[in-house]
């Protein structure tokens, strides 16, 4: 008998735990032991054109944090479907916990995708480790995150699984502005943690060594100060020629064709899909020292790691990449048979039915 699994996701904008969830559930359902479904909370996006069964898809359209018509919607659908599991990725783990007050039957298993976890203080820290008392097990990307949901969490299972990365064939549409030839893509929604402001200030340098290089900033834009922040430090620097925002896009894979060089400037991180997606493309790339970045990438091996926080040392690999280009060239073939190897979807698939079968 197939297992039943339920994902939750609060929305479908591209991102790394929203990739996931989807790509999971797809190809969970090729698989012989498990009928997979996906919940989206809050918000729909981009991202659900990629769910392959619109059947085995529910949204909630969940407009408050105790939302009565978005739970009872949710209730029969888990009724319906004879969920046994609800596989809750990030933030969407309270919703999980509200069901299984109804069905306390039902396991959750946590998705923990989020570096930035590992600062929660306070209120949100307490808040999160009274929700664990109802998590059977919580998966996690990194053993950063295992150790802190360890030390933190009331759970008594805590796993690391290794994020996997797929890059979709769709209909090209995004065109990578300006006339550089050498063009810098940072796959990076625009969050405080991703330290996009580090990588204005290491590109700042970068052009006083190299002038025909552009910088392309790909991610949901969240209309927020920090994004404010950003476009205002673009403007001040006089620099919008050089560097562009495109916000969510899910040609992934064609742009990245057009990309001389991936980065990502990261002050935290779980294992960030878009540095397995540059390796999918073969991109050399410069990362910051955060999460398991240093895992997917050996320095001077299958790419650069700089300290972060530190735009000196960021322009300096990005310098070195632009410089040398048959080492850029060797960087990249090397990462994508890192990838190929070490983050492939047969072993992911493999561990995580294993955690489903546990739980039951």
Not at 178 to 207: P, T, Y
Not at 246 to 267: M, R
Not at 281 to 299: E, H, Q, R, Y
Not at 326 to 336: C, D, E, R, V
Request: hydrophobic share 40%.
């Amino acid at each position: 008998m197939k297992i039943n699994v339920l994902h939750i996701i609060d929305s479908l904008l591209t991102g790394g735990a929203e990739t996931i969830a989807v790509n999971t559930v797809n190809e969970l359902n090729n698989t012989i032991a498990v009928n997979a479904y996906l919940c989206c909370t809050r918000k729909e996006g981009p991202l659900k054109q990629f769910v392959a069964n619109k059947e085995k898809y529910l949204f909630l359209n969940k407009k408050k944090v105790i939302d009565s018509k978005a739970l009872k919607l949710l209730a029969s659908f888990i009724k319906e479907k004879e969920i046994s599991i609800l596989h809750a990725h990030t933030t969407s783990f309270f919703i999980a916990v509200l069901i299984k007050l109804r069905f306390p039957k039902i396991q959750i298993i946590w998705h923990n995708h989020t570096g930035a976890n590992k600062e929660l203080k306070g209120l949100r820290l307490i808040f999160i480790k009274c929700c664990s008392l109802f998590f059977r097990t919580n998966i996690h990307v990194n053993e950063g995150l295992n150790y802190w949901a360890e030390q933190k969490l009331f759970v008594s299972k805590n796993i690391v699984l290794n994020n996997f990365a797929k890059l979709a064939d769709v209909v090209p549409y995004t065109v990578l502005r300006g006339n550089e030839s050498q063009k810098i893509v940072c796959l990076a929604a625009l969050r405080n943690e991703k330290d996009h402001i580090n990588l204005l200030s290491a590109f700042k340098l970068v052009l006083k060594n190299a002038g025909n290089v552009s910088l392309h900033l790909v991610g949901t834009n969240y209309k927020n100060s920090y994004a404010k922040s950003l476009e205002q430090i673009i403007e001040d620097d006089n620099i919008a020629h050089k560097v562009f925002l495109y916000g969510n896009c899910t040609d992934v894979k064609h742009i990245l064709a057009q990309a001389s060089i991936g980065v990502l400037a990261s002050k935290t991180e779980g294992l960030p899909i878009a540095l397995l997606e540059y390796g999918l493309a073969s991109l050399p790339v410069v990362v910051t020292n955060a999460g398991d970045c240093t895992k997917v990438v050996k320095n001077g091996e299958t790419g650069l790691v700089v300290e972060k926080e530190n735009s000196k040392e960021l322009a300096e690999g990005i310098i070195q990449l632009l410089n040398q280009n048959q080492y850029a060239i060797q960087l990249g073939k090397n990462l994508n048979h890192h990838i190929s190897i070490g983050y492939g979807v047969s072993s992911y698939l493999s561990q995580l039915i294993t955690c489903y079968k546990s739980v039951l």
